[in-house]
């Protein structure tokens, strides 16, 4: 699927990247990647749960930061073997946008060269030393259904549910409950009423955790055996 949907992007006086589609930023530059780690890597219990083969969906792929947090934990953390991550974006950014994005991120972006190279290229398979990321362009709610993948851990990023509720919908949550591996888990960082009504009836044991900086609330679960 070609890269035909502008993200339609503005930057912040702070170099925050917004999406004016949806009016929303993409992370917060004064603690995003501390954000990342805290919301999505420890709200799945990571690393604990890291092994050889072990595969991370993610709703929203955005700069890649969640990637390379991810990427970037399973080299610190002397993992052996690989790791899978896909991820759905259906309003991709470009290579330079991205770059521009991350510096403010120096961990990160130490990493990301690699990561951008592919991308410059046209690559939507990123291949990193351990680590494989599948990148789906495209809309979700019509990639998904049909895709082989049971995934050990989601991590749902997409814009305020407020906001791209399309991304939050019952249809699309169900299908991250299909495809989940026993056992699997999510994290977000949305304790929006409804999303964890809706992935509770889909399955999940929702838990209502402590968020981040000065949001009071974010959301976990089990899926049920």
């Not at 409804?194 to 089990?222: N, Q």
Request: cysteine-free.
């Amino acid at each position: 699927m070609q890269d035909t949907q502008d993200p339609q992007l503005s930057w912040r006086d702070d170099g925050v990247p917004v999406s004016d589609r949806f009016d929303d930023p993409y992370f917060s530059v004064v603690n995003g990647l501390e954000e990342t780690r805290h919301v999505f890597l420890s709200g799945n219990d990571l690393p604990a749960r890291f092994r050889d083969g072990f595969h991370i969906a993610e709703l929203g792929f955005g700069t890649g930061l969640n990637m390379l947090a991810t990427w970037l934990m399973w080299v610190e953390t002397g993992q052996e073997g690989t790791l899978h991550f896909t991820s759905f974006e259906a309003f991709p950014m470009q290579a330079t946008e991205m770059e521009q994005a991350l510096a403010h991120f120096p961990e990160a972006h130490a990493i990301a060269a690699p990561f951008l190279e592919q991308w410059a290229a046209g690559k939507r398979v990123i291949e990193m030393p351990g680590f494989v990321a599948n990148i789906q362009i495209g809309d979700a709610r019509q990639i998904l259904p049909d895709l082989e993948l049971l995934a050990d851990a989601w991590f749902l990023d997409g814009f305020a549910p407020a906001k791209n509720p399309e991304l939050w919908s019952e249809e699309i949550l169900h299908g991250v409950a299909n495809h989940t591996a026993k056992g699997g888990t999510f994290a977000t960082y949305t304790a929006a009423g409804f999303v964890r009504r809706t992935l509770d009836a889909t399955g999940f044991d929702v838990t209502r955790v402590p968020g981040f900086g000065r949001k009071r609330h974010m959301s976990t679960g089990v899926l049920r055996t």
